[in-house]
Structure formats: structure tokens, C-alpha cells
């Protein structure tokens, strides 16, 4: 009988290419999890992989810069994935979902589904990997309210060491981790933990590597964010 990392792999070669098929009001393209789910749920029970959660509450904040009743709501989610054997893997995702009546839990706990499926499954778009948008994008857009914002552009960023995080990347750093309305410290780890898979006690203990994945991490719920 297979193990449940040998199912996941069966899962992963039988699933194909997913593409951004979903438009937001915007106008960019995302992938939405109904198109995840689509094609995965038959695969799944194909192989013998369930996958449950286990979700604990972390905050519920007022949104910022919305207006009064918004509300955003932090949850951490340990997955537990299980195999035809009966074993399983664990993970851990972070969701954030905003809302003004009662969806926000809803929202988090979909937004924290969709990234285990990504980062699981190596879930691929033929077309592109950017989201249906590049930093280049970004600069010639123009401003608008509720837009995903201009975070600073990588092509100043000079490495004077290989080991130390540029002042660009901490900058976009800040900033995204701001519009995305995590200001507690411990939100912050939390959701850097989840994302580069370590705990850390600050920002400054990332590698650049790691940096440039929390990065791509923050635009990517920027635009889930938007597009929700």
C-alpha cells in the first residue's frame, strides 16, 4: 500500500496544469480554488489522500483604511494529510480573510486551503508564474484606490553580501506585511514561520532567499486579497 508521501506524488503527476481563469474586478487574472478543487478532488480520492483541518483563531481586527464593520480575520490552520496507509504529513498555513458581515473565518480558512494546495502540489500555470502581473506592471499601473500597492522595485537592490537581506527587501517586507494588516509582532512571525517554514525573532534572521520567498508570499495574498 502506498504511503501517504508516495500518494501525494501520484496526486501530483496525475494533476495538470491549472491556469488563472478568474478575473477580478481589477481586471488581472488569479487562480480561484474552485478551479483548484475542480481537478483535484477526484484525484484525491483516487490515491487515498484526505487532507483535514485543524483551525485556531488568531485575531479579529478592524480592516484598516475600510470603513467601519470591516473586519479581518486571522486564523492558523495545522493540516493534517493522510495516505492510503492511514499515516500522515502535517502542514501549516496562515488565511486572512476580510469581510463586513459573517464569511471572514470562511474567507481565512479558504485563502489558508488554497496555499497548502500551491505550495503542496507544486500547482503550476502553463502561461505564466507571476500571478498575471510583475513588479514592471506595478510601476506603469496607475494608482487607484483599493489597487494592489507599488511596492519598492527590485532593480536598485544591491547585494554588498550574499548573506545580508538588501534595504529594498526589507522595505518590501514592511510595507506588504502593512497592507495586508499584519502589524502585531507575533502576527508577523506567525505568518513568516508559515511561509519560510522556520521561526524566526525578527525580520533580520531571514535569509535573502527566504526574504525574496515572503516576498512573493505577501504580493500573492495582496492580489488573493483583492480578487476575493
Do not use: F
Given at each position: 500500500m502506498p504511503s501517504v508521501v508516495q500518494a501525494i506524488a501520484a496526486v501530483m503527476a496525475d494533476l495538470p496544469a491549472i491556469?488563472?481563469?478568474?478575473?477580478s474586478p481589477e481586471g488581472y487574472s488569479y487562480r480561484g480554488i474552485e478551479a483548484i478543487t475542480k481537478h483535484l478532488q477526484p484525484l484525491l480520492a483516487k490515491h487515498g489522500v484526505v487532507i483535514v483541518p485543524s483551525a485556531?483563531?488568531?485575531s479579529v481586527q478592524q480592516s484598516p483604511e475600510m470603513k467601519p464593520g470591516w473586519q479581518d480575520?486571522?486564523?492558523n490552520v495545522a493540516?493534517?494529510?493522510?495516505?492510503?496507509?492511514?499515516?500522515f504529513i502535517e502542514a501549516h498555513t496562515c488565511g486572512i480573510g476580510r469581510d463586513r458581515a459573517d464569511k471572514g473565518v470562511n474567507k481565512a480558512q479558504t485563502q489558508a486551503y488554497k496555499y497548502l494546495l500551491l505550495h503542496m502540489l507544486?500547482?503550476?500555470d502553463k502561461a505564466d508564474d507571476t500571478d498575471g502581473s510583475t513588479y514592471d506592471d506595478h510601476r506603469q499601473?496607475?494608482?487607484r484606490r483599493g489597487a494592489m500597492p507599488k511596492l519598492a522595485p527590485p532593480d536598485d537592490d544591491v547585494h554588498t553580501d550574499p548573506n545580508l537581506l538588501t534595504h529594498n527587501q526589507l522595505k518590501r517586507i514592511v510595507i506588504g506585511m502593512k497592507e495586508l494588516g499584519l502589524i502585531e509582532k507575533q502576527q508577523v512571525l506567525t505568518y513568516v514561520a508559515a511561509t519560510v517554514g522556520r521561526q524566526v525573532d525578527s525580520r533580520n534572521q531571514l535569509t535573502p532567499?527566504?526574504?525574496?520567498?515572503l516576498i512573493d508570499q505577501i504580493e500573492n495574498d495582496l492580489r488573493s486579497e483583492m480578487g476575493s
Open positions: 491556469g488563472k481563469g478568474d478575473k485556531t483563531l488568531g480575520v486571522y486564523l493540516w493534517k494529510i493522510y495516505g492510503p496507509d492511514g499515516e507544486s500547482i503550476a499601473a496607475a494608482p532567499a527566504e526574504a525574496g520567498k
